[in-house]
T-cell receptor, first 112, second 112 residues
Framework: SQTIHQWPATLVQPVGSPLSLECTVEGTSNPNLYWYRQAAGRGLQLLFYSVGIGQISSEVPQNLSASRPQDRQFILSSKKLLLSDSGFYLC???????????FGQGTRLTVV | KQEVTQIPAALSVPEGENLVLNCSFTDSAIYNLQWFRQDPGKGLTSLLLIQSSQREQTSGRLNASLDKSSGRSTLYIAASQPGDSATYLCAVNNQAGTALIFGKGTTLSVSS
């Protein structure tokens, strides 16, 4: 069966520090991968998606970037965190576009 | 631009009651609609996926319906239990998009 792992579960980082969140999927090949952010009082917002290795699409301009160095690995990064980057970050995968999506357990990021 | 709305934002019911959560979307050109459950501080768990050609899907005590032409979906929970307490999220896959568009959710509290 397929599983998705995200880490760390929680993270407290100072303003201006770098960020690296990792997501891996097991049990499937060539999945579509997604990063979402959930901010308090707001719905989930799609940040990045990837349909293959090295292929990244950004949905919103921001202080963050994403990379997909391996088929089942998706990384969310920042060179310098802002207070506004605080939130709950969720990784998700699907077999292909417009199919059922499965989410990881999320990372709670607090920028102080 | 697709917008997804969930009403009510919060709901409290006694154990054993049957209840309905509502979801509406502005653009009927969707591939599918997915209902999720989110426990506090956790990731999303997929509950039901309804394809645009389907009218309803059932899983245990859950039944989700879809009326694409009117832009509405309902999630029916039968014989509610305290363990059903969570936030329920509705999301659609647009024909013109690449990933899910979410509503802000309905937070359900079931008291024993």
């Amino acid at each position: 069966s397929q599983t998705i792992h995200q880490w760390p579960a929680t993270l407290v980082q100072p303003v201006g520090s770098p960020l690296s969140l990792e997501c891996t999927v097991e049990g499937t090949s060539n999945p579509n991968l997604y990063w979402y952010r959930q901010a308090a009082g707001r719905g989930l917002q799609l940040l990045f998606y990837s349909v293959g290795i090295g292929q990244i699409s950004s949905e919103v301009p921001q202080n963050l970037s994403a990379s997909r160095p391996q088929d089942r690995q998706f990384i969310l990064s920042s060179k310098k965190l802002l207070l506004s980057d605080s939130g709950f970050y969720l990784c998700a995968w699907s077999v292909k576009e417009n199919t059922e999506a499965f989410f990881g357990q999320g990372t709670r990021l607090t920028v102080v | 631009k697709q917008e997804v709305t969930q009403i009510p934002a919060a709901l409290s019911v006694p154990e054993g009651e049957n209840l309905v959560l509502n979801c509406s979307f502005t653009d009927s050109a969707i591939y599918n609609l997915q209902w999720f459950r989110q426990d506090p501080g956790k990731g999303l768990t997929s509950l039901l996926l309804i394809q645009s050609s389907q009218r309803e899907q059932t899983s245990g005590r859950l039944n989700a319906s879809l009326d694409k032409s009117s832009g509405r979906s309902t999630l029916y929970i039968a014989a509610s239990q305290p363990g059903d307490s969570a936030t329920y999220l509705c999301a659609v896959n647009n024909q013109a998009g690449t990933a899910l568009i979410f509503g802000k959710g309905t937070t359900l509290s079931v008291s024993s």
